[in-house]
């Protein structure tokens, strides 16, 4: 089936640092991939996707590519910020499946 | 604005007694889903639903009931079967080809 590996957390950075958030996934054929974003208290936002081999999806100062030869989706962003603390999500989609697969999610902690 | 609404926000109940979570988007999309959230876990999904008058199970439907009688709205009753429902909820919907999902706010249930 379907699955979707996160780098462990949480991950503690101080501002201004450069940031990478590992993703791995597990599927047949061409999945779609997410990253959300769910801060304090809130449901998740949608931060980025790609939906087809070497796309880079990008959104606020983040990035991620897929690579198909390595199947991961890696988060990064060049300088972090205290206001992106929150908890990331990495999740795959698979066409004929309208079920995200989700993985286990990454606690960010940005500190000035 | 477009978007998906929870309602309420925070919901307390005493044990042996259903309660029932709104939803409702108007996004117009045909997709619904609902999942659950622990502290510190990532998102396990409820049940969802594809089109009025149809849903399906998630992975956790037991002790949760839903209806699908309009395209806007997707209630999730938490039953007196669920044996642990203190949590957060969170209602999504989604559409197109790559099954992207957006996400409400959240409703955090307590019950003592």
């Known amino acids: 089936g379907n699955s979707v590996t996160q780098m462990e957390g949480p991950v503690t950075l101080s501002e201004e640092a450069f940031l990478t958030i590992n993703c791995t996934y597990t599927?047949?054929?061409?999945?779609?991939l997410f990253w959300y974003v769910q801060y304090p208290g809130e449901g998740l936002q949608l931060l980025l996707k790609?939906?087809?081999?070497?796309d880079k999806g990008s959104n606020k100062g983040f990035e991620a590519t897929y690579r198909k030869e390595t199947t991961s989706f890696h988060l990064e962003k060049g300088s972090v910020q205290v206001s992106d603390s929150a908890v990331y999500f990495c999740?795959?989609?698979?066409?004929?499946?309208?079920?995200?697969?989700f993985g286990t999610g990454t606690r960010l902690t940005i500190i000035p | 604005d477009g978007g998906i609404t929870q309602s309420p926000k925070y919901l307390f109940r005493k044990e042996g007694q259903n309660v029932t979570l709104s939803c409702e988007q108007n996004l117009n999309h045909d997709a619904m889903y609902w999942y659950r959230q622990d502290p510190g876990q990532g998102l396990r999904l409820i049940y969802y639903?594809?089109?009025?008058?149809?849903?399906q199970k998630g992975d956790i439907a037991e002790g949760y009931s839903v209806s699908r009688e309009k395209k806007e709205s997707f209630p999730l009753t938490v039953t007196s079967a669920q044996k642990n429902p203190t949590a957060f909820y969170l209602c999504?919907?989604?559409?197109?080809?790559?099954?992207?999902?957006?996400f409400g706010p959240g409703t955090r249930l307590t019950v003592t």
């Open positions: 999740a795959l989609s698979k066409l004929g499946n309208e079920k995200l697969t």
């Open positions: 999504a919907s989604g559409t197109g080809q790559f099954y992207e999902q957006y």
């Open positions: 639903s594809q089109i009025v008058n149809d849903f």
């Open positions: 790609a939906t087809k081999a070497d």
């Open positions: 599927a047949t054929g061409y999945p779609s």
